[in-house]
């Protein structure tokens, strides 16, 4: 960002009423001029102008000019009074008047934490100029990740980990991935489902909303453009919104192998993409089930979005379509996970094999907190107004009902700021992305003039939304659970940079959030009902073993409602399968019979297709299931499992008002998985703040995190390409007798064992450079470099390591591992010794070593 925004916003003023081109500018100067060109048509209020200027200015004096802003006192712009009312110092100058920023911070606190809480402001207002900016790692990127992605560094240890874990998945398996926000989770699941289409196919990236749709097609597009640039006007969302023929052409192109990437919602994967995405897993064509903001599978799955977890089904059943070699490879990601989501997970999305972990979860150390509780809801108000006025933009305000959203727009607007849209689960797509460009600022990388500044939003918006810049979010309610309440906050300092959270409460909300966090989970008796005499007794006998049921039937006694009926069975049959009582695989299509004519056979499967969203086949897996005792019994269990998980959450949200210890610690128990620690941070917090300014001074952590170091998951392979050269032995030496021979045989048979399924190569024989060439031919296997002679410690799989062309002695590295029997294709010049072994060379030592022309004869 440019340090002369003052200089910019002072000519932007002197020009007034020209003003009103952004070209050149960027940051809180192209929102001002956005403004000021706006105050003519009412497009921005006075109130606009003025908090944009005053975030300017305070900016400016962080970084040490104090200079007086000199703003004409003109027809259209801010009065003089309306500047003082906003909460700048202000001097009246004839026709001008000169302003100064007066920093402020929320939420009043103990005399000994106002210091503290006016730096932490300080370095959001800074943003990018602030040294507080998290620091990733910039590890050096992978062969694989620089090919499909066009990055050149992962951004941490974290994503680099998880990225080789997902890229080197083997079919059927299923992955869990917490990775904290701002540490790339998009790109890793990008990347591994592209290298795995590299030659055809398609994998579904399920998302909970349409905004997060909409910027997951607007970054696949960005992305794909590099190589590709037809595919910035590709379709990649499937939405409601889209026309009947755009629907189909996705259809088409999923099933013929071309669409490559899809994005959906649950409701789209069960229903309208169902069929298309089964022919494409027959086919071979399904390579990956992503699933975004995986928390929601428990969450939202339990109540009113049963399809996150009725996915599970249309799971199993494409991996039984697909065949073991070919199955679909299932991804879970979300930046924070619980416990219990983590058993959700791997009860729905794993079964009968075992999900890996891949846990680097960091607490972000963006944001700081501040909390306000107040009496009632007229100085909730009133302090939220100031908030909104005086903290940094672009912001978010978090309300908990549509109604309050409509309410707080016409409350802003009353005060002078029009520069406000809103977001809630009443939005239709195009205004969900007329806010989206509107805020951002454009789409698609074309920048267009910015219209919004604040985003008023319940918590149907934000989830996976990527504007980098977001400097304050604001909750002017309860949020019902701790996960919400986190979650929203990470939508600030997405680009690193530090973020304010303010939270503020009134007594009220207490029992609005209770009411938001009960969720609607079917009684035992009733499920019951629905179960036997709704579904069971109405099933069509047939000849298998498992039971059709139409998940639209219901008892009798129960008036007509096609969706009301649906969702609760979907639920049923959800609980069922968590307490294992039954396993659900979507409906087989009907075989042919013997002697039927073509027009029977085709009405037949026709009938078969349109009725197939509403039937499942069902196993029971429990033999006491239809005893209504035992059914009840297990149903209660897991109604009880999902209470107490949700009454915990509101719990811990209504400890943190309390504001007893710091916010860390109490994040990091909800947030810890059996075995797995989430690593704390705060920048501030109001246990902290009472202790005064961090021990290391301003514009320091007062905890810093340990960066998270995950393993590589690791998965049963079976990738010795030239195990009939070393039936015996994990390990295989490999030399060249001449420099002839190596330069004509190493990088071609390296080349074979990567296209054989061999993704780890390191040693000081090779560089980045030719490991870069081994990608190229590579198809859809991951390369996977060790560039610091880490990896040849760490994996258990094959790794291919290659010596210097002349090596009087084996590396140590290579020679350690070849002595434990991991597996290793140890690749050296026919001279070098055993380092155990003076004077004698490997080849005698190792009882299977070969010339590398011989190797390559063998695949």
Known sequence: MSTDEWGQARRLFAAWPAAGGTAGQAGTVRRLGDAMAGLGNGDSGWRDVVTLTHQILLRAQALGNTNALPVPLRAGLPTREQWREAGLDVVFDGERVLLRGVPWAPAQECAAAEKAALDQVRHAVLGTDSPMRRALDNTPADPFWTQVSGYH??????????????????????????????????????????????????????????????????????????????????????????????????????????????????????????????????????????????????????????????????????????????????????????QQQVNTLESLFARPRQAKLVWASELRQEPAYFIDSFPGEEERTEAVLEAVTRLPKPMVLYVARREDARRWVQHLREAGLHRVATVHGDSTEDERRTALTGWAGGSNDTPAATQFDVIVGTSAFGLGVDLTDVRTVIHACLPETVDRYYQEVGRGGRDGSPSLAYLATTVADRGIAQSLNRQKLISAPTAWERWWEGMFLQRPRTDSDLYRLNMTHRPARLAEGYKRHRSWNEQILNFMVRAGLIEILPPAPPQRTPGEDDQAWDRRLSAFYEA????????????????????????????????????????????????????????????????????????????????????????????????????????????????????????????????????????????????????????????????????????????????????????????????????????????????????????????????????????????????????????
Not at 176 to 184: D, I, Q
Not at 287 to 298: N, R
Not at 630 to 644: E, G, M
Not at 689 to 703: D, E, F, H, K, S
């Open 612 to 859: 197939a969203p509403d039937l499942v086949d069902v196993d029971l897996k429990d033999g006491q299931t239809n005893n209504p005792a035992y059914f009840a019994d297990a149903i209660n269990r897991v109604r009880q499992d999902i209470k107490v998980a949700q009454d915990s959450a509101l719990q811990l949200m209504e400890q943190l008002l309390l504001r007893r210890r710091c916010l860390a610690d109490d994040l990091v128990d909800y947030y810890t998985v059996h075995g797995y620690f989430t690593m704390p941070a705060c920048r501030g917090c109001p246990s902290c703040r009472r202790q005064g300014l961090p021990p290391a001074g301003p514009g320091t952590l007062y905890r810093t995190p340990l960066s998270p170091d995950p393993d590589i998951a690791e998965w049963a392979r079976s990738d010795a390409p030239l195990h009939a050269l070393h039936p015996y032995s994990p390990s295989l030496c490999l030399y060249w007798r001449s420099d002839d021979e190596r330069r004509t045989e190493l990088m071609p048979l390296l080349v074979r064992l990567a296209r054989a399924g061999v993704s780890y190569f390191g040693g000081p024989g090779l560089n980045p450079a030719q490991a870069c060439e081994i990608q190229e031919e590579a198809g859809s296997t991951a390369v996977v470099f060790d560039y610091d002679g880490s990896l040849v410690h760490e994996v258990r799989g094959l790794m291919v390591w290659v010596e210097k062309e002349v090596a009087a002695v084996v590396d140590v590295e290579a020679w350690t591992r070849l002595s434990e029997g991991e597996p290793v294709y140890l690749m050296h010049p026919e001279q070098a010794e055993d380092p155990e072994r003076p004077g004698r060379l490997l080849l005698d030592t190792h009882v299977t070593a070969l010339p590398l022309q011989h190797a390559r004869k063998g695949l």
């Open 153 to 338: 560094h992962y951004l941490s240890r974290g994503q680099q980990q998880a990225a080789r874990s997902l890229a080197m998945m083997p079919p059927g398996e299923t992955a869990v991935v917490c990775l904290p926000t701002g540490h790339g989770k998009t790109p890793v699941a990008l990347a591994a489902c592209l290298l795995a289409g590299a030659h055809g196919g398609v994998s579904v990236l399920v998302v909970p909303t349409v905004v997060l749709a909409i910027d997951m097609e607007r970054r696949i597009r960005s992305l794909l453009a590099r190589s590709t640039p037809e595919a910035k006007q590709r379709r990649y969302a499937y939405v409601g919104s889209l026309d009947a023929d755009a629907k189909q052409q996705i259809r088409d192109d999923i099933v013929s192998g071309r669409q490559g990437l899809v994005v959906a919602s649950p409701e789209a994967v069960t229903m309208g993409l169902q069929a298309a995405l089964l022919e494409a897993a027959s086919a071979g064509h399904l390579h990956f089930l992503v699933l975004d903001e995986a928390h929601l599978v428990e969450q939202w799955g339990n109540d009113f979005r049963t399809a996150f977890q009725s996915l599970a089904a249309q799971r199993r059943n494409w991996i039984s379509a697909a065949g073991p070699r070919r199955a679909p490879r299932t991804v879970a990601m979300s930046a924070t996970l619980t």
